[in-house]
T-cell receptor
């Protein structure tokens, strides 16, 4: 089924560890996005990509990095996790133009202890 | 700069009452505006977009450029409408959406 998938759903990890949050979509969308959301709060754009080998930082300063080697895959990496990285991370994708809006993944809830 | 403001963090109404969730935006160009909804334990999903001028689940939203608003309305709220609602704007960043802080709607019997 065409959809967008995020793994893991929940992750508890120690300070200083390197982690990668996975996001894959099977809809053939060109554009993909990462948002950070604290519970009950607004979504903050941290990274986006308009296609393969294209990545940009969003409005919210983030110590994470992303890559877009394949259209369907947009992983987010934290080289050294800190408690301040504790949050929910949402991945989304959209087709060319935004007239049809985004499709969101289920999110990864990250806790850094 | 582009900005989306949802002034109400929580809105509580009785079943059958009209509901209006407010959204104001700041953007100098022609915006694309959306409403997203997140039901309990479900992922964020698109509810409606201004360009289609559609009604989804009884909800409508009209873009008012003079007042820079895109309020979400429903004449008779249902309990299943209880959810978190986010207004979003696509402007300067091209396609990347800016989201408001969200309004939690609670419809009580």
């Amino acid at each position: 089924e065409a959809d967008i998938y995020q793994t893991p759903r929940y992750l508890v990890i120690g300070t200083g560890k390197k982690i990668t949050l996975e996001c894959s979509q099977t809809m053939g969308h060109d554009k993909m996005y990462w948002y950070q959301q604290d519970p009950g709060m607004e979504l903050h754009l941290i990274h986006y990509s308009y296609g393969v080998n294209s990545t940009e930082k969003g409005d919210l300063s983030s110590e994470s990095t992303v890559s877009r080697i394949r259209t369907e895959h947009f992983p987010l990496t934290l080289e050294s996790a800190r408690p301040s990285h504790t949050s929910q991370y949402l991945c989304a994708s959209s087709d060319t133009g935004t007239n049809y809006g985004y499709t969101f993944g289920s999110g990864t809830r990250l806790t850094v202890v | 700069a582009q900005r989306v403001t949802q002034p109400e963090k929580l809105l509580s109404v009785f079943k059958g009452a009209p509901v209006e969730l407010k959204c104001n935006y700041s953007y100098s160009g022609s915006p694309e505006l959306f409403w997203y909804v997140q039901y309990s334990r479900q992922r964020l999903q698109l509810l409606l977009r201004h360009i289609s001028r559609e009604s989804i689940k009884g909800f409508t939203a009209d873009l008012n450029k003079g007042e820079t608003s895109f309020h979400l309305k429903k004449p008779f709220a249902q309990e299943e409408d209880s959810a978190m609602y986010y207004c979003a704007l696509s402007g300067n960043s091209g396609y990347a959406l800016n989201f408001g802080k969200g309004t939690s709607l609670l419809v009580t019997p």
